[in-house]
């Protein structure tokens, strides 16, 4: 069974950084497409980055520039830094992954292509 577990949220002030942290069990993420994405209260869940199988990276325009993924594949860990943050960023941000095949070079924008997902990690920044 695939286990997501993200961390590393809190309280930020705006214009600071924070580093999100998903660590997988059950799946080698190395082989695995994955994403973050976040919900605001009030609205629905949104695309924030993934990373594909290959490693390229994709981002929503409101956070590029500003939000970088990665992943340590030694550490079934993939990561979310987030800088210069902004209080529109506020929300709690999920972690997600395919299970099911992905195309090498695919980064995936919908909820509707990942199978597990974390129990989410709230991000507030203040203003």
């Known amino acids: 069974q695939v286990q997501l577990v993200e961390s590393g949220g809190g309280l930020v002030q705006a214009g600071g950084s924070l580093r999100l942290s998903c660590a997988a069990s059950?799946?080698?993420?190395?082989?695995?497409?994955m994403g973050w994405f976040r919900q605001a209260p009030g609205e629905d869940r949104k695309f924030v980055g993934g990373?594909?199988?290959?490693?390229?990276?994709d981002y929503a325009d409101s956070v590029k520039g500003r939000f970088t993924i990665s992943r340590d594949n030694s550490e079934n860990t993939m990561y979310l830094q987030m800088n210069s943050l902004k209080p529109e960023d506020t929300a709690i941000y999920y972690c997600?992954?395919?299970?099911?095949?992905?195309?090498?070079?695919?980064?995936?924008?919908?909820?509707?292509?990942?199978?597990?997902w974390g129990q989410g990690t709230q991000i507030t920044v203040s203003s």
């Open positions: 997600a992954l395919r299970q099911s095949y992905s195309h090498s070079y695919t980064t995936y924008t919908t909820r509707e292509a990942y199978d597990y």
């Open positions: 990373i594909s199988r290959s490693g390229s990276t």
């Open positions: 059950g799946r080698t993420i190395s082989s695995a497409a």
